[in-house]
T-cell receptor, first 114, second 114 residues
C-alpha cells in the first residue's frame, strides 16, 4: 500500500515557466512533509518542508502548498531553470510512537527545456 | 562541515554472497537511517539508528540488518544476496532521530548482484 503517491513520473516545462509537482498521501497521521531533489549519481538533497499546521511555505523560487483536507501537496518552482532538471521526491513523516521515518513517493522527473 | 559519506560507492556481488556497507554521518549527527532505492519502488525505508539502538525498521526480510557504533558510524549488512537486492542504498543522517526535520543523504552505494 503506497502511502505517498506521485502520479506523474515525468514533467517537461519550458525555462522561465512555472513547474508544478504534485503529491498525494493517504495516511492522515502524517504531520510533516518534505521535498527532495536528486541528481543522477548523487543522494537526494533536501529542498523545502512544511508542517501540517501550515498551508504554505516559501523559500526563494520554491513554494510548497499543503491541502490537508485533500491530502495533497504541491511544489511550485517559479521561474524554472535548466539546473532544476532532476528527480523530485515527496516525503512524509509523523511523530507518533517516537519515530519520524520518512515515507517517500516514487519521484517525478522534471525536465526544464531551455 | 563534511557531508555524509558512504563506502564503497560501487559493489558487485554474486547471488548467495553477503555484503557490508558503511556510512559516516555528518559530524554531530547521531541519527542514521538507511533506504533502498530501486527504479520500480522509489526510496524505501530500511531502518533507523540512534545512539547505537535501532529505533525503527522497515518492511524488509531479516537478511537485512544494521548496526551503529559509538561514534555514530553505521553499517548495514545483507546476507544471502538475491538478484532483487540490486539497488542504490542510501544513508541519511539527522541531528535528532528521524525525519521530522530534514535528513541529509550520502551519495549512496550502488550494489549489483549477478
Amino acid at each position: 500500500d503506497q502511502q505517498v503517491k506521485q502520479n506523474s513520473p515525468s514533467l517537461s516545462v519550458q525555462e522561465g515557466r512555472i513547474s508544478i509537482l504534485n503529491c498525494d498521501y493517504t495516511n492522515s497521521m502524517f504531520d510533516y512533509f518534505l521535498w527532495y531533489k536528486k541528481y543522477p549519481a548523487e543522494g537526494p538533497t533536501f529542498l523545502i518542508s512544511i508542517s501540517s499546521i501550515k498551508d504554505k511555505n516559501e523559500d526563494g523560487r520554491f513554494t510548497v502548498f499543503l491541502n490537508k483536507s485533500a491530502k495533497h501537496l504541491s511544489l511550485h518552482i517559479v521561474p524554472s531553470q535548466p539546473g532544476d532538471s532532476a528527480v523530485y521526491f515527496c516525503a512524509a513523516s509523523y511523530s507518533g510512537a517516537g519515530s519520524y521515518q520518512l515515507t517517500f513517493g516514487k519521484g517525478t522527473k522534471l525536465s526544464v527545456i531551455p | 562541515k563534511a557531508g555524509v559519506t558512504q563506502t564503497p560507492r560501487y559493489l558487485i556481488k554474486t547471488r548467495g554472497q553477503q555484503v557490508t556497507l558503511s556510512c559516516s554521518p555528518i559530524s554531530g549527527h547521531r541519527s542514521v537511517s538507511w533506504y533502498q532505492q530501486t527504479p520500480g519502488q522509489g526510496l524505501q525505508f530500511l531502518f533507523e539508528y540512534f545512539s547505537e539502538t535501532q529505533r525503527n525498521k522497515g518492511n524488509f526480510p531479516g537478511r537485512f540488518s544494521g548496526r551503529q557504533f559509538s561514534n555514530s558510524r553505521s553499517e548495514m549488512n545483507v546476507s544471502t544476496l538475491e538478484l532483487g537486492d540490486s539497488a542504490l542504498y542510501l544513508c541519511a543522517s539527522s541531528l535528532i532521530p528521524g525525519g521530522g526535520n530534514e535528513q541529509f543523504f550520502g551519495p549512496g552505494t550502488r550494489l549489483t548482484v549477478l
